[in-house]
Nanobody, 123 residues
Framework: QVQLVESGGGLVQPGGSLRLSCTASGFRLDYYTIGWFRQAPGKEREFIAHISWSGGMTEYGDSVEGRFTISRNNAENTLYLQINALKPVDTAVYYC????????????????WGQGTLVTVSS
């Protein structure tokens, strides 16, 4: 069964940090571009970051550039998102997704999605 499972979300104070993980089962992430997206209540799903299959290329959304870092460990079949300097506007459900051939910033072109992990930034 093909599955992506996110973890690491939670409640954090403004300025804090979290590390999100996304573990794949039923397929190998090595051959996929992987992305992180988020969706806040009442808003559309927003592109956060993506990383190429080799890890050699990354791209970030404007709202998180410089604060978020995407990485992957193909041996562990896992994707990570280090999020720093969190702000209340970062509150959202964070999703990882994988695509074999896609425009990485386009959510509709991803093949597999996780169930999401909630990040709440509040004092």
């Amino acid at each position: 069964q093909v599955q992506l499972v996110e973890s690491g979300g939670g409640l954090v104070q403004p300025g804090g940090s979290l590390r999100l993980s996304c573990t794949a089962s039923g397929f190998r992430l090595d051959y996929y571009t992987i992305g992180w997206f988020r969706q806040a209540p009442g808003k559309e799903r927003e592109f956060i970051a993506h990383i190429s299959w080799s890890g050699g290329m990354t791209e970030y959304g404007d709202s998180v550039e410089g604060r978020f870092t995407i990485s992957r460990n193909n041996a562990e079949n896992t994707l990570y998102l280090q999020i720093n300097a969190l702000k209340p506007v970062d509150t959202a459900v964070y999703y990882c997704a994988a695509c074999s051939i896609c425009r990485p910033t386009n959510a509709s072109e991803y093949d597999y999605w996780g169930q999401g992990t909630l990040v709440t930034v509040s004092s």
